[in-house]
């Protein structure tokens, strides 16, 4: 094991409080946020039980990054949307559309530098 994956290595959690594992070598029951999402899971209420750590080169991001794991084995099956939640974010949606000046929906969300449709805005302009 390199120096760097040996530096993130602590199943045991003395060193960073919580276990902690180097990039793709945590164990296969800890799952990110993402990969829950990706079998249709959730937390369901778990707190973290785990992190990965490494290093990152990234520009304008350098250093130490973290991703959080939760244990798939008490993760619960997502919620359903209801009916009138479904409904009013289909509403909330159309209003994000509709254009103030000239009371049609647009499409597209407008957007907030505006507040208007892109039509509206060249009119404006002109």
């Known amino acids: 094991?390199?120096?760097?994956?040996?530096?993130f290595w602590d199943p045991t959690g003395d060193r960073y409080s919580i276990?902690?594992?180097p990039w793709?070598?945590?164990?296969?029951?800890?799952?990110?946020?993402?990969?829950?999402?990706?079998?249709?899971?959730?937390p369901g209420g778990q707190g973290v039980q785990a992190q990965?750590?490494?290093?990152?080169?990234?520009y304008g991001a350098p250093g130490v990054r973290a991703a959080y794991l939760y244990d798939v084995r008490f993760a619960l099956p997502k919620r359903a949307a209801t009916a009138a939640q479904l409904a009013a974010l289909?509403?909330?949606?159309a209003a994000r559309r509709t254009c103030p000046e000239c009371k049609r929906d647009a499409g597209y969300v407008l957007p907030r530098h505006l507040g208007i449709c892109l039509d509206c805005a060249q009119e404006v302009a002109a």
């Open 24 to 42: 793709q070598m945590a164990p296969p029951h800890l799952l990110t946020l993402r990969q829950l999402a990706a079998r249709r899971l959730r």
């Open 52 to 58: 990965i750590l490494w290093r990152s080169t990234r």
């Open 90 to 93: 289909d509403k909330a949606n």
């Open 1 to 7: 094991m390199s120096r760097i994956r040996a530096r």
């Open 19 to 21: 276990p902690t594992y």
